[in-house]
């Protein structure tokens, strides 16, 4: 603000001026500065309020109302409750330590939950896709040391016989096989053994299979 350390003045620790008495002039243009200083910090006294979350629930109530506009059922769900209140807010992009605040635990803790609710999800990701493979109209098993280029023509005899059209053209279920594969895949070569499900609307799934 352009001003400069108080010199040492009388017993109270005002400033005199040349007539030797107090500077009221002074003691007035550090009460404005305080006062501006303190409404652009918006009324806290100098700490900055944290970034908002915009229309982020406050409370456990407004977290159970997210909880049901999300569909979440204990009783179905893989993941535990605290697990689903925690995902759902970091979903609506709510951070960690506002959540921890939020449920009344720390931003650690928060952390940890968040992990375990993301494998849960994951894991019940790969149980429906496997459910997926085992109930699909047509199953080719691809084993291990096939060319990739080898396998849509496999794929499309398997479909044609079981009545079932595979949306996707060679070079794109090429891709597939390989993107979902993984490191089973290297090069042209299938390293280990696959299942490459069609479902009946022609979706494919492919999976590793100890054949």
């Keep these: 603000m352009g001003m400069t350390d108080a010199e040492p003045g009388g017993t109270d620790g005002s400033t005199p001026d040349d007539s030797g008495a107090p500077s009221a002039v002074a003691d007035d243009a550090t009460d404005e500065d305080a006062r501006n200083s303190t409404a652009a910090d918006g009324g806290t006294g100098g700490d900055h309020p944290d970034e908002s979350d915009g229309s982020a629930p406050d409370g456990p109530e407004d977290v159970d109302e997210a ?89 499309y005899d398997a479909c044609d016989e079981a009545g079932v059209k595979v949306n996707r053209t060679a070079p794109e279920l090429m891709k597939a096989v390989s993107d979902a594969a993984g490191d089973a895949v290297q090069g042209r070569v299938v390293r280990e053994s696959l299942l490459v499900g069609v479902a009946t609307d022609g979706r494919v799934q492919v999976r590793r299979s100890a054949l």
Aim: net charge neutral; aromatic share 4%.
């Design 67 to 155: 909880l049901s506009a999300a569909g979440f059922d204990a009783e179905e769900s893989v993941l535990t409750r605290r697990q689903a209140e925690v995902l759902v807010l970091r979903e609506r992009g709510i951070r960690q330590s506002r959540i921890a605040s939020m449920l009344g635990t720390s931003r650690a803790n928060v952390s940890s939950v968040e992990s375990s609710a993301r494998r849960n999800v994951e894991k019940a990701r790969e149980t429906v896709a496997f459910a997926e493979a085992l109930t699909a109209p047509v199953q080719v098993p691809v084993p291990e040391g096939t060319d990739l280029y080898d396998v849509p023509k496999q794929v």
